[in-house]
Nanobody
Framework: QAQLVESGGGLVQPGGSLRLSCAASGRISEIYAMDWYRQAPGKQRELVASISSGGSINYADSVKGRFTISRDIAKKMVYLQMNSLKPEDTAVYYC?????????????WGQGTQVTVSS
């Protein structure tokens, strides 16, 4: 089994910064693509940023130039640096990834971490 656990959320003023972390744990032999999603109240979950197993990175247009996704493969960690935060960035942020456990590759979700941008 494996799991993803997010941390780093909180309350921040507009224009501020937060760094989210996602820790992968369990009997993981390989990590493939990892993504950050978010879901605001009353809205659908949306993809914010992704990093492929080869290191290719993509961002939602709404966060380009403000958010940066990165990873530390050895530590099995993925990060989301969020700068110049706006009230519309308020959401629960989820880590998602494809992990190999034994012979199987499965998609996993974290439990989410709340980010609130407000003055």
């Amino acid at each position: 089994q494996a799991q993803l656990v997010e941390s780093g959320g909180g309350l921040v003023q507009p224009g501020g910064s937060l760094r989210l972390s996602c820790a992968a744990s369990g009997r993981i032999s390989e990590i493939y693509a990892m993504d950050w999603y978010r879901q605001a109240p009353g809205k659908q979950r949306e993809l914010v940023a992704s990093i492929s197993s080869g290191g290719s990175i993509n961002y939602a247009d709404s966060v380009k130039g403000r958010f940066t996704i990165s990873r530390d493969i050895a530590k099995k960690m993925v990060y989301l640096q969020m700068n110049s935060l706006k009230p519309e960035d308020t959401a629960v942020y989820y880590c998602n990834g494809d992990l190999r456990v034994g012979l199987s590759v499965r998609n996993y979700w974290g439990q989410g971490t709340q980010v609130t941008v407000s003055s």
